[in-house]
């Protein structure tokens, strides 16, 4: 799977929106971009993939670079509980269902 | 989706010593893997366990070290074998699912 590069660390302050940036510049055609986020002491879990277009979910939404070698996690009004570390990977289509690869991740923080 | 259950949740032990970790998934699934955590660190696939076979390591992982058993397609162990204090992080048990993959709430390990 190819290599993604996520900022180390951002912070923002509560109720306002927050935009993750990911770059993925080796990013193959087959290859979907999944986010991932880990809240402390808990295991990983999903929050949001996508391919090509943009998508929404109850949690975030996911812009895509026309490219495609750029994506933003949008967390449109962020609460004390989106502190957490959130990954940005990229799943080859002919890997579903096989492992995640986790690279170092941005470790968001939320001032009240 | 999957709940996953891991025990124990955190265990002290001893250089040296060897504990297993076990993981229980309330569905059948075909993909499951183990991770590890370090301290401050990312997550490092260690290694794929396979219902019926060996497990498949990555590299650095050897079966001497962190045996796996996979009796069943609802469960999983994972051993860390003769410990130093290096091995002293979270160990996940994680499974994949459609376009999702599911983790366990960890084991923390402290080897003293």
């Known amino acids: 799977d190819a290599k993604t590069t996520q900022p180390n660390s951002m912070e923002s302050n509560e109720e306002e929106p927050v935009h993750l940036p990911c770059n993925h510049s080796t990013i193959s055609g087959t290859d979907y971009i999944h986010w991932y986020r880990q809240l402390p002491s808990q295991g990983p879990e999903y929050v949001i993939h996508g391919l090509t277009s943009n998508v929404n979910n109850r949690m975030a939404s996911l812009a895509i670079a026309e490219d495609r070698k750029s994506s933003t996690l949008i967390l449109h009004r962020a609460t004390l509980r989106d502190a957490a570390v959130y990954y940005c990977?990229?799943?080859?289509?002919?890997?579903?269902?096989?492992?995640?690869?986790f690279g170092g991740g941005t470790r968001l923080m939320v001032k009240p | 989706s999957a709940v996953i259950s891991q025990k124990p949740s955190r265990d002290i032990c001893q250089r040296g010593t060897s504990l297993t970790i076990q993981c229980q998934v309330d569905s059948q699934v075909t993909m499951m893997f183990w991770y590890r955590q370090q301290p401050g660190q990312s997550l490092t696939l260690i290694a794929t366990?396979?219902?019926?076979?060996?497990?498949?390591?990555e590299s650095g992982f050897v079966i001497d070290k962190f045996p796996i058993s996979r009796p069943n397609l609802t469960f999983s162990t994972l051993t860390v074998s003769n410990m130093s204090p290096e091995d002293s992080s979270i160990y996940l048990c994680s499974v994949s699912a459609l376009n999702e993959q599911f983790f366990g709430p960890g084991t923390r390990l402290t080897v003293l």
């Open positions: 366990a396979n219902q019926g076979s060996e497990a498949t390591y």
């Open positions: 990977i990229l799943r080859g289509r002919n890997n579903a269902g096989n492992m995640l690869t």
